[in-house]
């Protein structure tokens, strides 16, 4: 008779197969739960890898006193309406009108705003944002959002991101942003970079919906990001050329523009080029037309027929400006050029102006040299528009093909002459502010390009590229490298009694009654870069600005001295120092105004009311600092530092 099996044996075996089949049930669910978490975890690390670091504060800080913006004639950009309003962009900020064309509010860089132009508009609902706002790209001071009541910074920690080119709003939700350096993507609540494969271009412009979005950029042609992935074209691909001044969407056609034509996409394919040898700043789509903005100030319109030949000559029409940007408002087209903001009508397309900044002020906001004369006249000098002179009753402008680029303007008050140098001469002007004549190679200088000038009793000593020209009663007489100077591309020169300080591309050389007796460079001084931009005497000592090392001191015993309180790269502009009994001031490429306590002996940083960080010129008169950038002019009252 067999043997009963015991109970607690038969339990055993129950509970291990039990076990053993749970085991075995629970794998494939225990893999899959692991393999769901690794993929959250790389989400999460992707993520968390394309979040860029950003400061998002709102913009309330009271205007800065003392403080006053000197007018320039508005420069429109870019344009969108929002809340019925029509907002203008441009290097000076922002003008609202209203359904009239009337200016209802002011935004200005510098003071309202922070302190960088606004180079395009987009208007649209971010996913963490309650309603429709204007999405503003500035170049400097990263991305601001703007509901009608208060304006939003989002500025990113790391400087590279903060330089925008253009923006582009999604019904996603998502604010798409160029820059130098790829494109960013902002959802009003995260900075992230917009996808790995659009890093590392320069971005000039963007256009298109969710999943179709076109990127055009400096030198690497266009890039089309569509079904997760991105197709690039340039010239092996048809594009006529690698650089793209702009872009218009269609549906599913893409029209490229570049200065040599515009290209053509369908559904993501190349089809053909119009208008070839066309410069297209700027591109639409009307109806069943093409118009294309042009550098020469007029508008070509294309009939986008499916049988349009090579070579199509376009119907051409006259503009007051280059058309910046075309945009869309209420079912209309408008263009915006530098006099404001322009309605297209009519077959073929012709302008109306519909609104624009009708305050006068300075010829332009790219100052590259101020002084300010014996009788209380403002010279200010422009990089590529010559000269105004400022007074109670008005601005004269003198613009011509010899007084075009300005580098540096310094007064004789005893012989009441203004010496104005130029690319293209030494310009010199009497007492009325009438230009009397130009010296260049012709007249006895080394060379017609002229940086800086000395005027003194005895003559004046003119600094070129190509080395210094002595000019007094016995004639002129030249020096450059062979007679030991230490480079001949001469920037900037101070005196002092008999000496003179020529600061070079390749160094600094003192001289004495004309001869060389002494040169600086990063081989035998505390020196850091050789580009010296800017000198001036203070006191018995000489100060010293460099491309990228900051400013140097030079004591009366020829010992040179650097400041503490000044690190990291610093570019001095070109003859950007002003010389107070109390002050030295120093304009900077992107650190505003470095201001210096001379009894104090400390530096500090400022940019309060500044239209833009990049101070170009700078001019001192009794109680008030003319401050010079690339983006206007503003006087500072000298008690803002303690005078």
């Not at 420069?75 to 209203?98: C, K, N, S, W």
Request: charged residues 20%; glycine residues 12%.
């Amino acid at each position: 008779m067999p043997r009963p099996i015991p109970w607690n044996w038969l339990s055993q075996r129950w509970w291990s197969a039990a076990i053993v089949s749970f085991a075995l049930l629970s794998l494939p669910a225990f893999v899959a739960w692991e393999s769901l978490r690794a993929v959250h975890q790389a989400r999460a690390g992707t993520r968390a890898a394309a979040l860029l670091p950003a400061t998002v504060r709102t913009l309330d800080r009271p205007l800065p006193a003392g403080i006053e913006a000197i007018p320039s004639r508005f420069a429109a950009r870019d344009a969108a309406v929002l809340h019925g309003d029509l907002f203008v962009a441009g290097p000076q900020g922002i003008i609202e009108h209203d359904a009239n064309g009337a200016v209802v509010r002011r935004f200005r860089t510098g003071f309202e705003l922070p302190p960088a132009a606004i180079v395009s508009l987009g208007v649209g609902t971010l996913a963490a944002h309650a309603g429709p706002e204007l999405i503003i790209a500035t170049d400097g001071e990263g991305l601001l959002t703007f509901d009608g009541r208060r304006f939003e910074q989002v500025r990113p920690e790391a400087p590279e991101y903060r330089k925008l080119t253009a923006v582009l709003v999604l019904d996603s939700g998502r604010a798409l942003l160029g820059t130098p350096g790829g494109v960013l993507a902002y959802d009003g609540r995260e900075l992230t970079r917009a996808h790995s494969e659009l890093t590392g271009a320069a971005v000039t412009a963007l256009a298109g919906s969710d999943g179709d979005v076109w990127i055009g950029t400096v030198e690497r042609g266009v890039w089309h990001w569509h079904a997760g992935g991105v197709d690039r074209f340039d010239g092996s691909r048809g594009l006529p050329d690698p650089r793209v001044l702009s872009i218009a969407v269609d549906g599913s056609r893409a029209f490229v523009g570049t200065a040599v034509g515009i290209a053509q996409f369908e559904a993501g394919q190349y089809v053909r080029t119009i208008g070839e040898g066309l410069f297209a700043s700027s591109l639409a789509v009307r109806g069943g037309s093409l118009i294309a903005g042009t550098i020469d100030e007029s508008i070509a319109e294309f009939e986008l027929t499916s049988r349009l030949p090579r070579g199509a000559r376009p119907m051409v029409a006259d503009a007051p400006a280059a058309i910046e940007r075309f945009f869309e408002a209420d079912g209309a087209l408008y263009g915006v050029a530098h006099d404001g903001v322009h309605a297209v009508e009519g077959r073929p397309a012709r302008l109306r102006r519909v609104a624009g900044d009708e305050n006068g002020g300075l010829t332009d906001g790219n100052v590259s040299a101020l002084a300010v004369d014996r009788r209380g006249r403002l010279w200010v000098g422009y990089f590529d528009r010559g000269l105004d002179i400022v007074t109670g009753r008005g601005v004269t402008h003198v613009e011509d093909e010899r007084v075009f680029c300005v580098n540096r303007i310094v007064h004789d008050t005893a012989a009441q002459v203004t010496a104005v140098a130029t690319a293209n001469g030494l310009a010199l002007f009497d007492a009325a502010g009438t230009l009397k004549e130009v010296l260049g190679r012709a007249e006895g200088l080394i060379a017609d390009h002229v940086t800086d000038v000395i005027l003194n009793a005895g003559g004046m000593a003119v600094a070129t590229p190509a080395g210094l020209t002595f000019v007094d009663a016995r004639g002129s007489r030249s020096l450059y490298a062979f007679h030991g100077l230490v480079n001949n591309h001469v920037y900037s020169l101070a005196s002092a009694g008999h000496e003179v300080l020529a600061g070079t591309l390749g160094g600094i050389s003192l001289l004495e009654d004309g001869i060389v007796h002494a040169n600086y460079t990063n081989a035998n001084s505390p020196l850091t870069h050789n580009w010296i931009t800017a000198v001036a005497r203070v006191g018995d000592e000489w100060f010293v600005g460099t491309y990228g090392g900051g400013v140097f001191r030079l004591d009366e015993k020829g010992v040179w001295h650097r400041f503490a309180d000044l690190t990291g790269a610093i570019e001095v502009n070109s003859n950007a120092l002003a010389v107070t009994d109390t002050h030295v001031f120093a304009g900077t490429l992107s650190r505003g105004l470095l201001v210096y306590d001379r009894q104090s002996g400390r530096w500090h940083a400022f940019d309060d009311g500044l239209p833009s960080r990049n101070v170009t010129a700078l001019a001192f008169d009794g109680d008030t600092l003319y401050v010079g950038t690339d983006n206007g002019v503003v006087r500072i009252s000298a008690n803002r530092f303690g005078s």
